[in-house]
């Protein structure tokens, strides 16, 4: 008989959050994700991220 993790209702519910979808055009924070995304040079950061391994992917 397989063993399942035990059912609980008073458990906090996850809300998916998709931010890309709530920064508005034309704002402060547009600017500065788009500059950071598309303007900066993050590859200073890529050398603590070492996950050349096939394992679980950096976030």
Known sequence: MPRFKPDNHN???M???HYYNLLQPSTFEHAV???IEHKSNLSVFHAKCRNDA???LAV
């Open 15 to 17: 809300v998916v959050i």
């Open 33 to 35: 994700c788009y500059l």
């Open 11 to 13: 458990q906090i519910p």
């Open 54 to 56: 096939p394992s679980r």
